[in-house]
């Protein structure tokens, strides 16, 4: 991993600094989250500008939208927006998970049809894996879809759905055969969202918000044209979009940590800066560590990417140690302002309430992508070699799997 850009690389990042330099909104105090529409509506006209600019979707061939470049640009490009007010990562499970999936199965006609519209955000697009029996376990989903003639009858639900109110598409995972395991019983489909029998329930957060949500299905139908894959290989096809998405969400992933250095140095305790503090000296620390580990980790995933490999099971590790620094970055930034950390209004408390949302939002965080405990498994298995974890229902037929919920 060299950090170090070549001289092609450097003229790049020059052309994108004077680029977002000329049309991006510079970061300050006074920059808040707002409302969930106003962010959407902001999302959506930034990425429209972003892609006729000609930046969008660096790593995508030309022809599909994108920028035809490399992942060590799109490196670059993250880092230089970072330092703007712009919501570059909104719309990051269209772009890194689903987009992959229709590069990967999608015939030629639909990926120069959907993929361009993809990456300027005319559609937006969500993924449906989870499900409400199923837990963290992606395979034990009990959507159905029974092919009639040419075309699938969807029915079950979908949970945690980010994003699902705004959908136009969804790639979505099904149970397409019950008689063999559960996973080779799978297929997987992209369905479009604004159909009648697509019924979108916005899940109330406790900060507020609706960024998840439940999808039922009711006799929704799915042209046999939109299939991802071989029917059965839903699962080698969600692992790709699995495998992608801890890619993508490792760039967009908050950890706290400069949000945090930026507070500490603004507080006092007793008449002291709050950095004088040996405990606070000693969390600055650990933390700064785990800050530049998961930068460090990340950069070399994405330079082996860039030299032609797959993303692979150390995106996991980024995900895990960044999640749980973010919340615990946040119950202790609370803690430091004392009665103030009770503040939630953006115009009264500390750098527009971000650690009073921060602590709410935080295990939603912890879930999505996949829980902590699936994280430390993938770890365990996939990086380090070590043996699989025992699975009463191996080879099982799923519909002989016993199940409470099961129909």
Request: charged share 25%.
């Amino acid at each position: 991993m060299d950090f170090k850009d070549t001289p092609e690389q450097a003229e790049f990042r020059k052309e994108v600094q004077a680029w977002l330099k000329a049309n991006a909104t510079p970061k300050s105090k006074d920059s808040g989250r707002g409302s969930q529409e106003a962010a959407y509506d902001k999302a959506k006209a930034w990425y429209k500008k972003v892609f006729d600019a000609g930046y969008a979707c660096p790593t995508w061939p030309k022809e599909y939208g994108g920028a035809g470049l490399t992942q060590i640009h799109k490196v670059i490009w993250s880092q230089e927006v970072a330092k703007y007010d712009e919501p570059d990562g909104y719309f990051v499970i269209g772009q890194g998970n689903c987009g992959p999936a229709l590069m990967h199965f999608a015939a030629e006609e639909q990926k120069k049809a959907l993929l361009p519209r993809m990456a300027s955000a005319e559609d937006v697009w969500c993924q449906l894996f989870s499900e409400p029996s199923a837990g963290s376990d992606v395979a034990g989903l009990r959507t159905k879809a029974e092919q009639q003639g040419d075309k699938w009858i969807v029915n079950g639900q979908k949970i945690w759905t980010s994003g699902a109110q705004h959908s136009d598409y969804g790639v979505i995972l099904c149970r397409t055969d019950p008689d063999v395991s559960k996973y080779r019983g799978m297929t997987m489909f992209y369905i479009d969202m604004k159909q009648a029998g697509v019924d979108v329930q916005p899940i109330k957060q406790m900060d507020g918000g609706s960024h998840f949500n439940e999808v039922f299905f009711n006799n929704a139908e799915i042209p046999d044209s939109q299939r991802l894959g071989e029917i059965g290989g839903g699962w080698g096809a969600a692992l790709l979009v699995l495998m992608n998405e801890r890619l993508a969400i490792s760039g967009v992933q908050p950890d706290g940590f400069p949000e945090f250095f930026e507070l500490v140095q603004t507080l006092e305790i007793d008449g002291e800066p709050v950095v004088n503090n040996p405990v606070v000296r000693d969390r600055l620390a650990t933390w700064y560590t785990q800050h530049a580990g998961i930068k460090a980790s990340t950069n070399r995933m994405l330079t082996a990417v860039a030299k032609g490999g797959m993303p692979g099971a150390e995106a996991a590790l980024g995900k895990l140690v960044g999640a749980v620094m973010n919340q615990d970055i946040a119950n202790f930034a609370l803690q430091l302002m004392a009665d103030t950390g009770a503040i939630c209004d953006e115009a009264m408390a500390p750098q527009k309430a971000h650690f009073q949302k921060s602590v709410l939002f935080a295990p939603g965080i912890r879930l999505a992508g996949g829980t902590d405990e699936v994280m430390r498994n993938i770890i365990a298995e996939q990086v380090l070699g070590l043996p699989q974890e025992p699975r009463a229902d191996k080879g099982m037929a799923f519909k002989d799997i016993p199940s409470g919920n099961q129909h």
